[in-house]
């Protein structure tokens, strides 16, 4: 059940939904359970939240001409600037706090080709977790 709750906490960690799943890993990492089934769990679940994301910008992005759109045109070009000027590798950067979730939003809405997207927000959020096991397990 444990490994369950740290799916979902790091799923909607990955949303644009505010909520960290880094506490709860380095909590469990204390009480004994397997460390691999907590990465696995935790990366997995952060990488599915942010191709929620990714899908998001992918459909929302016909709508950007409604008035109702929540991101306005010149916010839009920015971003998409920025992520033109960084590039794809900059998804292996998604877990960042604040840019790393609309990062993977903007990667939608830029179309980068789905496969390319897992491959390096996963690698980006595996070495992450990976860092905060190690360091609950040295420090606590």
Do not use: H
């Not at 909607?12 to 359970?33: K, N, V």
């Not at 952060?46 to 459909?59: A, I, M, Y």
Request: aromatic share 16%; with cysteine; hydrophobic share 55%.
């Amino acid at each position: 059940m444990s490994y369950l709750s740290l799916f979902f906490t790091a799923f909607i960690a990955a949303t644009l939904l505010p909520t960290a799943s880094e506490g709860m890993l380095a909590y469990l990492t204390q009480q004994q359970y397997n460390i691999t089934l907590l990465w696995f769990s935790a990366t997995l679940g952060n990488t599915l939240g942010s191709c929620v994301n990714w899908w998001l910008g992918k459909e929302l992005n016909r709508f950007k001409d409604r008035k109702w759109f929540a991101v306005s045109e010149q916010q839009l070009e920015k971003a998409q600037q920025s992520f033109n000027r960084y590039g794809r590798a900059s998804l292996l950067l998604a877990w960042l706090p604040i840019v790393g979730d609309p990062l993977t939003f903007v990667a939608g809405i830029m179309r980068v080709p789905f496969s390319i997207f897992v491959l390096l927000v996963a690698i980006g959020k595996a070495l992450r977790y990976a860092i905060v096991i190690a360091m609950a397990l040295q420090f606590f």
